[in-house]
């Protein structure tokens, strides 16, 4: 199973998500061809209403600690509740925050 399965899975058994986007953005940065090791995620779900964006963040690294602790260096997250996602009419921030590490800085 890809890395990108395996976050699909376990987002959907714990979030049952309306809506689920997976991105692999490795290929944006300084690894090895074929790497899945930077994410985007967008996630809409029921289960984040009447909580804060940082407590939405925290639910999904939390459910994904598994796969950052095996290699996945980054993970640009965007959740929002069906109400947020159907008033912001399904828009999602195109770009991830710049990625600081491997051979690009430093030695």
Not at 13 to 41: C, M, Q, R, W, Y
Request: hydrophobic share 35%; net charge neutral.
């Amino acid at each position: 199973m890809t890395r990108a399965e395996s976050i699909r899975q376990r987002l959907e058994t714990e979030l049952s998500p309306a809506f689920l986007d997976i991105i692999n953005e490795s290929g944006n940065h300084s690894v090895p061809k074929g790497s899945e090791t930077h994410f985007k995620v967008v996630v809409v779900s029921a289960a984040f209403d009447g909580k804060s964006q940082l407590a939405r963040h925290r639910h999904v690294y939390a459910l994904l600690e598994g796969e950052l602790k095996a290699g996945m260096h980054a993970l640009t997250v965007t959740a929002r509740t069906p109400t947020e996602w159907s008033t912001a009419e399904g828009s999602i921030p195109l770009e991830s925050p710049a990625c600081l590490g491997g051979s690009k800085h430093g030695s």
